[in-house]
């Protein structure tokens, strides 16, 4: 005889879980992580590694001998992405010890200590990157030269176009509306990445070719990535509009520094951005017009790390105000 099983819900299933989409996250890297192994060589393999190894050791370590948690969640893939994303953020010449110490940070303090995965305000691989460039200044905004063909080691850094922006006071409207050219980062070549900066804001191609896989496998929507490039499109082109010899050309801040990354892959972080449609698109143009703020008066020439920060302490509150509609209720009678 059969007997009726009653369950709690949900009783149909998507498919969806948390390996499922972080290890799709993790796919969709894989094309800016093999350009930054092509341009910054060994450095950029051995700091992703040590920066992977790490933080899977620090979770493990931390759930069996202190939280004392008998499920170890070291294979969910979180830590890798953490581990990953952390070293996408890091110079490739970074030493190693310091690599290590960014990634017990992002995972022992900024994640582990608020519970784990899924209870974390920050996100951990940004909120180490910004730890160690704090207390590593000078190491963190070393910058080596791409080397192109999986080269060995080298130790000519150079500026990245940002950096040297931030030390431009007045550049040429006539050469690319004011600085690609003149110093020698034409957009095309910033495009595909060969330029100096970290390992993962090199090619902008490959990051894009990671957004739309995720868009395709619905890993995530939209939303966030649209939203923040569109705020820091339209306000970055304001500002060469109003005054194009003091502000370079939207353009050319789109496709440098770590924008499209932090778009695509940091803001879009599942625990520390917005649930809700509408929240995310708060987000993502605060987000974005945060960036242009930090980049054009702050102090730093590079504000995409900050700028999520900053959005990750209030999403909890756009969570609060941006709530989606109960399923069967009923609008109040005015």
Not at 42 to 62: K, Q
Not at 122 to 133: S, V
Not at 159 to 172: D, E, F, G
Not at 226 to 234: D, F, K
Request: proline share 5%; aromatic share 10%.
């Amino acid at each position: 005889m059969n007997k009726l099983t009653v369950s709690l819900s949900p009783h149909v299933h998507s498919g969806d879980s948390i390996e499922r989409n972080m290890y799709g996250v993790l796919i969709a890297l894989i094309p800016a992580l093999l350009c930054s192994f092509y341009y910054f060589g060994l450095g950029a393999i051995l700091v992703t590694l040590v920066s992977v190894a790490s933080c899977l050791f620090f979770e493990w370590a931390i759930n069996k001998y202190l939280l004392k948690n008998p499920k170890n969640t070291v294979r969910d893939g979180s830590a890798i992405i953490t581990g990953v994303l952390l070293a996408m953020n890091l110079p490739s010449n970074l030493p190693l010890w310091i690599v290590i110490l960014g990634a017990l940070f992002a995972i022992g303090v900024v994640k582990m200590t608020f519970g784990g995965l899924g209870c974390n305000l920050f996100n951990p691989a940004l909120a180490g990157r910004a730890f160690l460039l704090i207390s590593f200044p000078v190491q963190m905004t070393t910058w080596p030269k791409p080397l192109q063909g999986f080269a060995t080691i080298d130790g000519e850094t150079a500026a990245t176009p940002l950096a040297l922006l931030k030390h431009i006071s007045q550049v040429s409207a006539e050469d690319l509306n004011g600085i690609d050219m003149a110093n020698g980062f034409d957009s095309l070549k910033m495009l595909v990445g060969d330029t100096g900066g970290s390992m993962g804001e090199v090619c902008e191609v490959a990051i894009l070719i990671g957004l739309a896989y995720m868009l395709w496998k619905r890993i995530i929507t939209w939303h966030i990535p649209v939203s923040i490039i569109a705020t820091a499109a339209v306000c970055f082109g304001l500002l060469h509009l109003a005054d194009p010899a003091q502000f370079a050309n939207p353009k050319f801040e789109l496709v440098s520094g770590g924008l499209l990354l932090g778009a695509v892959f940091m803001a879009t972080d599942y625990v520390t951005s917005p649930m809700s449609k509408k929240g995310q698109i708060i987000y993502g143009c605060a987000i974005g017009f945060l960036t242009v703020v930090i980049r054009t008066w702050g102090a730093y020439p590079e504000g995409m790390s900050f700028a999520i920060l900053i959005m990750n302490a209030f999403t909890p509150l756009i969570n609060t105000y941006c709530k989606p509609k109960r399923f069967g209720e009923v609008p109040a009678k005015k």
